[in-house]
Structures are given as C-alpha cells and as structure tokens.
C-alpha cells in the first residue's frame, strides 16, 4: 500500500496540476456551432472617450441548443476597457461573466448568457457597448493656446470575435470634417464626419486590422483623477453628500505662454481649454456648495430642473492642457427618497458616483458611508465590481462608540457606472433617543451643578457678630 505521506504529496501536486490546467474558476471554450451571420458596429470617438455599440447576428449552425456566447476584446485594448455591457433583441439586459479561454491568454473574454436558448438552424441577435477611456492621444502632444486640439484613434478595422463572421459593416462618427489622415481600406466612404467601412465578408475569427483615425477633436480632455465621495446618513430624515475631486486637463499641453487678455478678448481663443462643465445632482438637492481651498466659488450657476439640479461649474481658471483644480461639492438630500425600513432593518439605496460632467472619465473612486451609531449587521452589494476598504469609525457630536464608515473604491470610472449600491443594516429604533437623553442629562448636570454652586459658602472667614455685655 501506498504510505499516508506519498498519499497526500499524490493528492497535493494532482490539485496544483487541475488548478494549473484550469487557470480560473471560469473556463470555456469556442463553440465551433456558433457563427456570426453579421455585424453592424459605431464608433463613435467624437468626445474624449471611445463608444462602440455593437449589433450582432449570432446563427447556430450545429445541431444542438446553444445557451450562451463569447464575447472577446484585444490585448492591446483590454487595459482601456471601462465598461462592456449587452442587451437582447428585447433590450433586457444579459448576464456577462469574465472568463478564460485557453489558447488566447492575451485577450479577455465574457461569457454572455442568453435568456433564451438557439435552437439548431435558428439565429439571435444582441447589442454590446463597450466604453473605452484614454483611447485618444493628443497628436501633436503640445498646442499653443490659438491652435486646434488633433488626436489619434488607433484601434481595429474588423470586429473582434471568436467565432467567424459572414458580413460586417463599421461606421466611425467623428462630428468634425476636419481629417488629417485616416485608414482606406476599400470599401469605405466619408461624408459629414463620419468614416464607414463594409461591408467586409467572410472574416475569419479573431482578425485584427490597424484602424487609424486622425482628426480635429476640441472637447473637453478632462479627467477626475481621484474623487472622494462622502455619504453622512442621519436617521433624522438627511442625507449629506460631499464630494473631493481632483480633475485634470488631460489633453495636448499647452506650449508656450498662456495671454489672459487675448482669452478674455477673443472667444475663439483656446479651443481646446475648458472654460467651465454641467454637473448634475439629485433633483431634491438642497443646500449646495463649491468651493475650493480659497473659500466659496461664487461664479457658479445652478438651474433646478424637473429631474435634476444643473450646476455650471466655473472653476477659478480656464484649464489647459496639464493644468488641474481641486474643489468640494456638497448638498443635502432627504433620507426618505434613498433609505428604506421595516422594524429595525434599514436598506439604503444611492448611486456610487454621480454625474460629474458629459462623457466623464474618473481614474481612481472612493466612496464613503458613514452610518448611525449602533448599526449592526452590514451587508453591501454592488452593481459592478470594487474593491472593498476596511470599516472604520467616524466620531462626531455626542458619539461614544464611533459611527461605522463603509469604504469601497473601483478604478476606470465613466457615466455607465451610475448605478445604485444597496447597503442592507440593522438599527434599533431606540438608539434614536441616545443623543437626545444625552443632551437632556447634560443639561440637567449642568443645572444640578449651578444649583449645588450656588448654595455653597466658599468665603474663607465666617463674618463678625457683635458680642451683648
């Protein structure tokens, strides 16, 4: 027999073996009975990130039902990846899972899970978006302050698929006639900016083909590099919300120096700098503030709409390329429109980030919760994946214990991010009265304290009283 030792030295490297071959908790496969009958692909790269909506005809030319898809993306793209998403023929949303295919360790792959299967001989189509931040390098690097902003997109002619595709057609929408160079391959047209390619047949699966595109593009560069978002929940009936951001111009810098008269003077100076953005918050905002480390920003407008509150962010400065600003934003909003309770359980349902200008692009988020003290039982779940901080404590007025602070942070942010997390926690509606029996036996000490002081004799001698003969 086979000593217990050698035994468990078998089944230790048998695992490593299992776990090296599997390489993840999701592998797959490329179906050979899925084939793409055809494409229909925007790009749109007409503001600072790169938009590709994707209509796809999937057929199932095998002999069984098919449950699921791949979808692929290119090595050389995958690291500017910042959102991916999909739709059926119905606009329900589908279920995407990343996954590993083996053979193809460059690219990255999602299983798509349908909601109904293809049956043999029978064909589906989806619709996938993918956002893509930092896809466009200024080209040249450095403009004086009167020239235009020129950028480069670089990215593949074809779609990028595990499977072959019978017919594809690619339409690049710039908002601009102003074209330096851009890709020809036949055949292709140009018309009122914007660039179509197809249709191409008989591509076979992952084909990759340089697609360049050089153009006039002066929309705003700009890019949070860090955003500290704070949420305060009272059980009083407000939510506070502040917010630290740090934004920087990110597009050609500026060469040369920069003339405030000639800016002022000729409103065409300084196309590519941003003279001021809309942030929209909640519809109940309230109390609203901007300031920066120099004190309130009074150039600011706010226009309350129906849906929302618009803010015209002016900052102190026009941005040019290179050039940063860091400013606070904070509101108030009413709690009854995000947190919900039965008895002592409570769910707060807000959104991760918000709308911080048109087409933003954020590298780095934290969010921060701040709950009522007392709160137990803590459970968070999130609309896409982050990376979850450790718990701390927050202490303010009248706290003992600390008031729990739930931190969570995700890279790579852009407006299809604005989602709502839920945060599920547990209250005991009789904490409620902690600070105001705090209050009220503060004051009744003080009191007790002015009544004791008063009524005692702190003179050092006792007066005279006149002696009777």
């Known amino acids: 027999m086979m000593p217990a030792m050698a035994k468990l030295q078998f089944c230790v490297l048998f695992l490593v073996y299992v776990a090296s071959q599997c390489g993840g908790a999701n592998v797959d496969v490329v179906s050979s009975a899925i084939t793409v009958k055809n494409v229909d692909r925007t790009i749109d790269i007409s503001s600072q990130l790169v938009k590709i909506n994707s209509k796809i005809t999937f057929e199932n030319t095998g002999k069984s039902p098919v449950k699921s898809f791949l979808l692929a993306v290119e090595s050389s793209s995958k690291s500017k990846l910042a959102f991916i998403g999909g739709k059926d023929s119905n606009n329900k949303d589908l279920r995407l899972v990343e996954t590993t295919v083996k053979g193809y360790d460059n690219a990255k792959f999602w299983r798509v899970d349908l909601k109904e299967s293809i049956n043999a001989g029978s064909t589906a189509s989806a619709v996938v978006e993918t956002v893509y931040s930092k896809a466009l390098q200024p080209y040249p690097t450095a403009i004086t302050q009167q020239e235009e902003q020129l950028v480069k997109y670089i990215g593949n002619l074809y779609f990028y698929s595990p499977y072959p595709v019978t017919s594809q057609k690619t339409n690049v929408i710039l908002n601009t006639k102003t074209v330096e160079n851009f890709t020809k391959v036949k055949p292709f047209s140009q018309l009122d900016g914007t660039i179509a390619y197809g249709p191409y047949t008989n591509t076979a699966a992952f084909t990759e083909k340089e697609l360049l595109v050089h153009y006039k593009n002066n929309s705003p560069f700009l890019t949070v590099t860090r955003l500290e978002r704070l949420i305060e929940v009272s ?193 005991p509606r009789i904490l409620m009265l902690q600070e105001p029996l705090l209050v009220v036996g503060f004051l009744f000490a003080l009191f007790l304290c002015v009544i004791i002081y008063m009524r005692l004799d702190f003179s050092i001698h006792k007066s005279e009283h006149p002696h009777k003969d």
């Open 235 to 427: 059980h009083w009936g407000n939510i506070a919300v502040e917010e630290t951001i740090e934004i920087e111009h990110t597009g050609a810098k500026l060469k040369g120096p920069f003339s405030r008269y000639d800016y002022q003077q000729d409103h065409h100076s300084g196309p590519a700098s941003v003279r001021s953005y809309k942030t929209l918050l909640p519809a109940s905002a309230s109390d609203v503030y901007y300031r920066d480390t120099n004190g309130n920003i009074s150039t600011s407008n706010m226009k309350v709409k129906k849906d929302s509150v618009e803010l015209d962010l002016r900052p102190r400065y026009p941005l040019f390329g290179g050039w940063r600003s860091h400013y606070t934003l904070g509101y108030n909003v009413p709690s009854y429109e995000y947190l919900y309770y039965s008895g002592n359980e409570y769910l707060l349902k807000m959104r991760a980030v918000d709308h911080v200008f048109d087409d933003m692009q954020i590298d780095e988020l934290v969010t921060k919760v701040i709950l009522p003290e007392g709160t137990t039982n803590i459970k968070v779940n999130f609309p896409f994946s982050v990376t979850k901080l450790p718990d701390s404590l927050h202490y303010t007025y009248l706290d003992t214990k600390g008031r729990p602070v739930i931190t969570f942070s995700k890279n790579n942010i852009v407006e299809n991010h604005i989602q709502d997390f839920q945060l599920r926690y547990t209250f």
